[in-house]
Each structure stands twice: as C-alpha cells, then as structure tokens.
C-alpha cells in the first residue's frame, strides 16, 4: 500500500525559530512536494523536487527552502519561523507512469508559531 | 491569475440526492483534471480523474464531465451520503508539466 509519512502531526513553534518539516514516502517515487493550506485559499504549491537533489521553486516559496537527499525523503526548512507560516503543511508525491502524475498526500502537520 | 477555480466555496445537500461540485479553468493545454477529497486533519485522497480526450469517466457514485469548449467541468455525486462530506478539490495535470495545480476548494456537507 502506498505511504507518505510526516514526521509531526502537530507541532507548535516560536517566531525565529528554525522548523524542519520530514517527509518520506516509501514508493520509490520521482517526484516530492510542499503545499500549504489555508482556509479559502486551497493548496498552494511551496517547492517540489522531481529528482535527488533537485528542487524547483512552487508558488510561495519566500521564507522556505527544502532538502533531498534521499530519493524517499524531503524536507521543508522554515529558516525563521513567523506567525503567518502558521498553516497546515502537506507533502506529496508523484511518478510520472501512466501519465496521470497522481500525487499521494501525507496526512500533513499542523503548523503553530507563536 | 487562478489557473483553476472553484467559485463555490461551499455546498449543502440532502442524503440521497444529487451533489454537483464545479471547476472552471484557464488553461487549454492540459492532460489530467483530477479530483481530490480531503477530510480534516488527513491528507486530500485521490478520487477520480479525466484525460483531455474525454468528456465523461464514471467510477461508481461518482463521475466527471469535461466540458472543453467551456473550459469546465463538474464532479457528480450521486446518491450523496453523510460519508462524502470533505473539501473537494479539482487539479489540473498540465501538459508538459510534472505537478498539479489545484483549486481553492469545496466544502460539501451532505446534510442526513
């Protein structure tokens, strides 16, 4: 059965502070993302990487970068926490077979900065 | 500019009837529409999609319509059940393009 864990399902953070988010999915997938949501606004893509090593700027990425080391593993890395980062994180994967690019989501983590 | 949207924030319908959930979209150059359910606290989960050479895919309750000439297309669920109360989301699989764009989503509340 497919699976992408998140390392927290909630977490609470003061401002400044430096955040990782962990991700690992266990389908030998190509391709790994970062979404945000928020009430109105929907998902909106922070980064996303379709290879090791590769990272490729989403639509918010502004006070976020990211880490892929591993082919199963990506993280988010909010370098100084402030409180309108406060959202739910969710991370994805993809491959690119059959054309479709599927994602399969995490069940995400709870943001809180204080 | 959205590239996907649905203007309806929310919807509320009655256990065994109809619900239609909307998309509308900007870019003809697609392959994939794909529609997600999220509940609270989980991670959206696929539901179903459409190909660009479509108009219809059925699976179960529930099938999508593409109307490409419109730039639109609908998710039907039917008969609705309490269970299918979630945020919906359509996304669009673009061509060329490895990620998805998503939609503002829906929150459908199928009332008992």
């Known amino acids: 059965d497919v699976k992408v864990t998140q390392s927290s399902r909630y977490l609470v953070k003061r401002t400044g502070e430096k955040v990782f988010l962990e991700c690992v999915q266990d389908m030998d997938h190509e391709n790994m993302f970062w979404y945000r949501q928020d009430p109105g606004l929907g998902l909106r893509l922070i980064y996303f990487?379709?290879?090791?090593?590769?990272?490729e700027k989403g639509d918010i990425p502004e006070g976020y970068s990211v880490s892929r080391e591993k082919k199963e593993r990506f993280s988010l890395i909010l370098e100084s926490a402030s409180t309108n980062q406060t959202s739910m994180y969710l991370c994805?994967?993809?491959?690119?077979?059959?054309?479709?690019?599927?994602?399969?989501f995490g069940p995400g983590t709870r943001l809180t900065v204080t | 500019d959205q590239q996907v949207k649905q203007n309806s924030p929310s919807l509320s319908v009655q256990e065994g009837r109809i619900s239609i959930l909307n998309c509308d979209y900007t870019n003809s150059m697609f392959d994939y529409f794909l529609w997600y359910k999220k509940y609270p606290a989980e991670g959206p989960t696929f539901l179903i999609s459409?190909?660009?050479?479509?108009d219809k895919n059925e699976d179960g309750r529930f099938t999508v319509f593409l109307n490409k000439s419109a730039k639109h297309l609908s998710l039907h669920i039917v008969p609705s059940q309490p269970g299918d109360s979630a945020v919906y989301f359509c996304a669009e699989k673009g061509t060329g393009a490895n990620n998805l764009f998503f939609g503002t989503g829906t929150r459908l509340t199928v009332i008992p």
């Open positions: 994805a994967s993809s491959t690119p077979e059959g054309g479709r690019y599927e994602q399969y």
């Open positions: 990487s379709y290879d090791v090593k590769m990272k």
């Open positions: 459409i190909s660009s050479i479509k």
